[in-house]
């Protein structure tokens, strides 16, 4: 696609996002906030397993971070809800580096599990301790409100949540493109290469895993006071593996990718709703049957084109040998 | 005293249960280098396989006798064994040239599968074991030990002792000991690697199902969802033993069992699971290769 038509595409569709409430009844508004939630904490992963390649099993657990910080602060605290976002996402960002510091030096099936085991302590931590409302969780978290206005009806939520998602698509968008997400892709293609090249892989490690707690963080704390109520049966772990699924179906490290895995991880199973017990079932096997025949997602991510396209002349000779290897990678992965 | 001996009979028979399902976790690991994620869904199919075959085969409680249990134990082993090698041949086999995260992929893909399919099959109540086990036993040391713990622990180390039988003294024991060490000249030299993959995973996965069927029989409820914590416990203990080893698994499998029994006895029950995965991650950040483990110094 040419740049032109790709802007054309992304106005297009924003303009039927944003027109979408007035379009659609109360069930499908409710559908879409919902998978704009899942485009948020999917491009939060994507920084993690996409760009970097570090595979996360517990990525719910940021999520909950971010729900049950904003739900503890305002209902215990008091706290308006824009000052807990703050906090809510450099507390993630702590808890990232805490887990993260000590694990991301363990190769990808380690820290998988550890991931894994990180994110069953943070649930059954959320089930045992009394601050966080023990097995029925926190309800009752007022809602926001901007100047006097407060957000309360569901068309407020799909809004707040829209712009999120939209900042999001875009942050995610840039660092991939940065320098640090170069660094991130070359980790990922060759921690000892990219190390041998100067790339400080634990702190780049680091940095990605923090980035996307953050980001998953912050869809908690949104998510936290647009259901008024949180419980630890929402952060368990298929929640980790319907994200995870997300950004593998849609195209690891591929932006437009992963927003229409999003999309279709939430509008798929309400389709299915007359098969209500086979969801999952279908699900793994499609995982299966993605990783079989096309392990690069249905929308695959194009380093070495974009690379070719908006850089100058000069650079594109020194990127060019990295370009070659990530295209090189992606025939593999086809073989 | 007779808290110690009651916490160390408890943790052993749960710790012979994770050492069997271990074992599968350690020799998959060590032939192809894969976590399989899927194997703790075997255990989970090995409870519903041999709860099935006592319904279809006791009749009532009372007429399954001890010969009946055990011949329900093999059929069950068979079958998830093969089941095993079914899922090696379908969803792995073609990735194994892949990259890593493919196939670790693949695993969670066959895991939510297993899990689903089983609770299409049989439903997602609790089950009730169509088996009533004596609580007969003896006193020991003020402790109560029932005939049933010490009969699981018996047949867990006679299968563990026919392991370790079979891989160091059967040709196809040395075949597996040769992949693990390096599979490529394996195949130059004539062994028919996918052959010994696919009976690797028939043995794991039919390890699992033993413990399956027998921890069915022993808590007497099984759930579909049974085998996803237990599989990450199992992971635990090989990487406790050191993964890849097996006699480490076998080790890890009992500590495990007896350090959540012990933490279950001082912190409660609702926290043993935390225990179990903050001792893996101590174990990963401190001691990645385990009690038993060698020095991987492959990059992968």
């Known amino acids: ?335 | 005293m007779d808290i110690l001996v009651q916490t160390l009979a408890d943790g052993l028979v749960i710790g012979a249960f994770y050492s069997l399902i271990a074992l599968g976790y350690t020799m998959v690991f060590g032939i192809i280098k894969l976590l399989n994620f899927a194997h703790g869904d075997l255990y989970m199919l090995g409870a519903f396989v041999g709860y099935t075959l006592l319904s279809v085969l006791g009749g009532d409680s009372s007429g399954a006798g001890l010969m009946g249990i055990l011949i329900v134990l093999l059929l069950t082993m068979v079958i998830v064994g093969v089941f095993g090698m079914g899922i090696e041949r379908v969803a792995y086999r073609p990735l194994l040239l892949a990259p890593r995260l493919s196939i670790l992929i693949t695993a969670i893909g066959v895991s939510l599968f297993l899990e689903n399919g089983s609770m299409i099959v049989w439903g997602a109540q609790y089950q009730v074991y169509p088996l009533q086990l004596s609580h007969d036993g003896i006193s020991l040391l003020g402790a109560k030990i029932t005939y049933v713990q010490i009969g699981l622990v018996i047949i867990a180390a006679l299968l563990m002792l026919g392991l370790h039988l079979f891989i160091n003294r059967s040709l196809y024991g040395k075949a597996m000991r040769a992949i693990a060490l390096d599979q490529t000249a394996c195949h130059l030299m004539g062994i028919h690697v996918h052959k010994v993959i696919g009976l690797t995973f028939f043995i794991g996965a039919s390890l699992a199902a033993g413990a399956g069927t027998m921890a069915g029989a022993y808590y007497g409820t099984v759930n579909f969802m049974m085998g996803f914590i237990i599989g990450l416990k199992a992971f635990t203990a090989a990487v406790l033993g050191g993964i890849g080893s097996i006699p480490g698994a076998m080790l890890g499998g009992l500590l495990l069992g007896m350090m959540e029994t012990a933490g279950t006895f001082m912190f409660g029950g609702s926290w043993k699971d935390v225990v179990a995965f903050s001792l893996l991650i101590l174990i990963l950040v401190l001691k990645p290769t385990g009690i038993m483990g060698e020095k991987v110094t492959e990059r992968m």
């Open chain 1, 1 to 335: 696609m040419n740049p032109s038509r790709k802007i054309i595409a992304v106005v297009l569709l924003l303009a039927v996002a944003c027109v979408l409430p007035f379009l659609s009844n109360n069930y499908w508004l409710d559908v879409a906030t919902l998978a704009l939630f899942y485009v948020v904490l999917a491009q939060g992963l994507n920084v993690v397993v996409g760009f970097a390649g570090l595979l996360d099993l517990g990525y719910a657990a940021f999520f909950a971070v971010g729900a049950y910080t904003t739900g503890i602060l305002m209902t215990v605290y008091q706290w308006s809800f824009w000052l807990t976002l703050p906090v809510a996402m450099i507390f993630a960002a702590i808890v990232g580096v805490i887990i993260g510091a000590p694990t991301l030096r363990l190769r990808s099936d380690y820290l998988a599990i550890v991931t894994l085991g990180f994110g069953e302590i943070i649930r059954i931590l959320a089930i045992n301790l009394t601050i966080t409302g023990s097995a029925s969780g926190i309800y009752g978290i007022p809602r926001p409100s901007i100047g006097g206005y407060v957000l309360g009806g569901q068309i407020d939520f799909y809004y707040l949540i829209l712009i999120i998602a939209v900042v999001t698509v875009v942050a995610v968008k840039r660092l991939g493109t940065s320098r640090i997400g170069r660094a991130w892709m070359y980790i990922r293609e060759d921690e000892d290469a990219a190390e041998a090249m100067g790339i400080n892989r634990i702190n780049m490690k680091l940095l990605a895993y923090s980035i996307g707690a953050v980001i998953g963080s912050l869809a908690g704390s949104v998510f936290a006071v647009k259901m008024s109520a949180i419980a630890p049966l929402s952060f368990s772990f298929t929640q980790s593996i319907m994200i995870l699924l997300a950004v593998v179906l849609g195209g690891l490290g591929s932006i437009p990718g992963v927003v229409l895995g999003a999309v279709l991880v939430i509008a798929l199973p309400e389709l299915l709703r007359s098969v209500e017990d086979w969801r999952y079932l279908i699900f793994g096997a499609a995982l299966v049957a993605m990783m079989l025949f096309r392990p690069q997602g249905l929308w695959p991510a194009r380093y070495e084109m974009k690379r070719g396209a908006s850089r100058g002349e000069t650079e594109e000779v020194t990127e060019g040998g990295s370009g070659n290897d990530v295209k090189l990678d992606s025939e593999k992965c086809n073989a």
